[in-house]
């Protein structure tokens, strides 16, 4: 049995692990508490009755009490203020009126335990929540910026990487450009808005000036290479040494064969598979076309000889300049604006460019009510 039902109907408290009797209907009391009310009651007898054998309890929580308990008032819901009672829900010692017992919470009345909500105030539940979506708010408009940024910079990266390994500037890596820019402003906006595609829109220009500008200085760099081996293949190659006897009736021999073939007339290789590109030396030259350039050479003059070679020298250095003047003017185009040098197809690649940023960056909206 629990201790609830073991609550004492005189003093309402708890009987267990002491003397205590029961009848009939299960209702407990402490030994001591039924044999001072039996005493009361008899010595109330006493005085208009006359004296009557001693009640024999019996032992401990035998049946034969009931008779005993069952002249006692029955329990009732309304109890006079002041008397105790048990706790329906944890057997303690309360007061008849109280309603709600302070050690369990139960209700006296239903004998239904009270139950407690803890609610936070709203200021404590929402303080953070209000802070962090504050928070929120605030970074939210730079993360299509950043988005759109890391994207431009990486398709101007790959721009400029790709002119510089092939040597080509290929315009059409410019739409490439305002791609990545669209797909980081959407990425980082939550799929894309009109502020992240208007954001994807002026990064994708910014990057795509910047990478045209980074080809350029490549390209520049690449011209000053050329110019460099130019002076250098001067300096070192073409010169008078260079042009010897055997180069300039090689030279002679060339002149032979040209003339030929603007006449029509045949030429007889030494070859079949040997043709004038392929020709080094005198042997892979026709027999007849090397005895007609040794003719030529050997007609002439010791000074003729020397005249014609430094000519040959004065028409490679000529050629040499002339290349060094258009390097020159490339340099000077490709060092200035990007505004400046813009062509059609470049118009053209950006304006790809930025539609496909705008696209991306908002979601798909373009064109969209």
Same mark, same amino acid.
């Given at each position: 049995?629990?201790?609830?039902?073991?609550?004492?109907?005189? /003093?309402?408290?708890? /009987?267990?692990?002491?003397?205590?009797?029961?009848?009939?209907?299960?209702?407990?009391? &402490?030994?001591?508490?039924? +044999?001072?009310?039996? %005493?009361?009651?008899?010595?109330?007898?006493?005085?208009?009755?006359?004296?009557?054998?001693?009640? @024999?309890?019996?032992?401990? +929580?035998?049946?034969?009490?009931?008779?005993?308990?069952?002249?006692?008032?029955?329990?009732? =819901?309304?109890?006079?203020?002041? *008397?105790?009672?048990? /706790?329906?829900? /944890?057997?303690?010692? $309360?007061?008849?009126?109280?309603?709600?017992?302070?050690?369990?919470?139960?209700?006296?009345?239903?004998?239904?335990?009270?139950?407690?909500? #803890?609610?936070?105030?709203?200021? !404590?539940?929402?303080?953070?929540?209000?802070? !962090?979506?504050?928070?929120?708010?605030? $970074?939210?408009?730079?993360?299509?910026?950043?988005?759109?940024? *890391?994207?431009?910079? *990486?398709?101007?990266?790959?721009?400029? %990487?790709?002119? &510089?390994?092939?040597?080509?500037?290929?315009?059409?890596?410019?739409?490439?450009?305002?791609?990545?820019?669209?797909?980081?402003?959407?990425?980082?906006?939550?799929?894309?808005?009109?502020?992240?595609?208007?954001?994807?829109?002026?990064?994708?220009?910014?990057?795509?000036?910047?990478?045209?500008? $980074? #080809?350029?200085?490549?390209?520049?760099?690449?011209?000053?290479?050329?110019?460099?081996?130019? !002076?250098? =293949?001067?300096? +070192?190659?073409?010169?008078?040494?260079?042009?010897?006897?055997?180069?300039?009736?090689?030279?002679?021999?060339?002149?032979?064969?040209?003339?030929?073939? @603007?006449?029509?007339?045949?030429?007889?290789?030494?070859?079949?598979?040997?043709?004038?590109?392929?020709?080094?030396?005198?042997?892979?030259?026709?027999?007849?076309?090397?005895?007609?350039?040794?003719?030529?050479?050997?007609?002439?003059?010791?000074?003729?000889?020397?005249?014609?070679?430094?000519?040959?020298?004065?028409?490679?250095?000529?050629?040499? @300049? +002339?290349?060094?003047? $258009?390097?020159?003017?490339?340099?000077?185009?490709?060092?200035?604006?990007?505004?400046?040098?813009? &062509?059609?197809? =470049?118009?053209?690649?950006?304006?790809?460019?930025?539609?496909?940023?705008?696209?991306?960056?908002?979601?798909?909206?373009?064109?969209?009510?």
């Amino acid at each position: 049995m629990s201790q609830i039902e073991k609550a004492c109907v005189f /003093c309402a408290k708890s /009987c267990a692990g002491q003397p205590r009797i029961k009848d009939a209907q299960g209702n407990y009391a &402490h030994k001591a508490c039924a +044999e001072q009310y039996e %005493a009361k009651k008899q010595a109330k007898q006493a005085s208009a009755l006359p004296p009557e054998p001693a009640l @024999d309890l019996g032992p401990e +929580e035998e049946p034969e009490m009931a008779a005993f308990l069952d002249d006692l008032p029955a329990p009732s =819901d309304e109890q006079p203020a002041g *008397i105790r009672a048990a /706790c329906p829900g /944890c057997g303690a010692s $309360i007061s008849s009126d109280t309603v709600i017992c302070m050690s369990c919470g139960c209700n006296t009345k239903t004998g239904r335990g009270a139950k407690t909500k #803890v609610v936070k105030s709203k200021s !404590a539940k929402s303080g953070p929540n209000i802070a !962090a979506k504050a928070g929120s708010l605030a $970074i939210a408009p730079f993360l299509p910026i950043i988005g759109a940024v *890391i994207g431009g910079a *990486i398709g101007a990266a790959v721009w400029a %990487a790709i002119a &510089h390994f092939t040597g080509y500037e290929i315009g059409y890596v410019a739409a490439g450009v305002g791609t990545v820019c669209g797909i980081g402003a959407a990425l980082t906006s939550g799929g894309g808005n009109a502020w992240a595609g208007a954001v994807a829109v002026v990064v994708a220009l910014l990057s795509i000036i910047t990478g045209k500008t $980074i #080809v350029n200085e490549i390209y520049v760099e690449q011209l000053q290479e050329f110019q460099q081996e130019i !002076a250098s =293949d001067m300096e +070192e190659t073409y010169t008078l040494d260079y042009f010897t006897e055997d180069d300039v009736i090689l030279g002679f021999a060339d002149d032979i064969i040209f003339d030929r073939e @603007d006449r029509g007339l045949p030429i007889v290789w030494p070859s079949e598979d040997m043709t004038w590109e392929d020709a080094m030396w005198p042997d892979d030259y026709p027999k007849d076309v090397i005895a007609q350039a040794n003719e030529q050479w050997e007609e002439m003059s010791e000074e003729e000889q020397l005249d014609f070679r430094q000519a040959r020298v004065d028409e490679m250095q000529q050629i040499a @300049d +002339e290349v060094n003047d $258009i390097i020159a003017e490339e340099m000077e185009t490709a060092s200035s604006s990007v505004l400046d040098n813009l &062509h059609p197809f =470049d118009a053209l690649w950006a304006l790809l460019a930025l539609a496909a940023a705008w696209q991306l960056g908002s979601g798909g909206s373009f064109g969209e009510e």
